[in-house]
Nanobody, 110 residues
Framework: EVQLVESGGGLVQPGGSLRLSCAASGFIFSNYGMSWVRQAPGKGLEWVSFINSSTTTYADSVKGRFTISGDNAKNTLYLQMNSLKPEDTAVYYC?????RGQGTQVTVSS
């Protein structure tokens, strides 16, 4: 059974940093590309970043501030988020294909 469990969200001031984690199980982590998406209050899902064995890509809104990475030994996906802005406030989900986890809330506010 495929499982994706996000963690690491919280309340942070503008300009602060957070690192999100996504613990994956039920599949060979290194064989698949994975993404982070987010959903702000009252808005639809927004793609944030993607990683596979050969590339990483980012939405323009987070480029230069967020870094996606994966640890194959730990079957864990990460999203390092720096220079956070209030508009980054959202529930963040990790995604594999059509599956996503339960999400973790990130709130950027003073």
């Amino acid at each position: 059974e495929v499982q994706l469990v996000e963690s690491g969200g919280g309340l942070v001031q503008p300009g602060g940093s957070l690192r999100l984690s996504c613990a994956a199980s039920g599949f060979i982590f290194s064989n698949y590309g994975m993404s982070w998406v987010r959903q702000a209050p009252g808005k639809g899902l927004e793609w944030v970043s993607f990683i596979n064995s050969s590339t990483t890509t980012y939405a323009d809104s987070v480029k230069g501030r967020f870094t996606i990475s994966g640890d194959n030994a730990k079957n864990t996906l990460y999203l390092q988020m720096n220079s956070l802005k209030p508009e980054d406030t959202a529930v963040y989900y990790c995604v594999k294909g059509a599956m996503r986890g339960q999400g973790t809330q990130v709130t950027v506010s003073s």
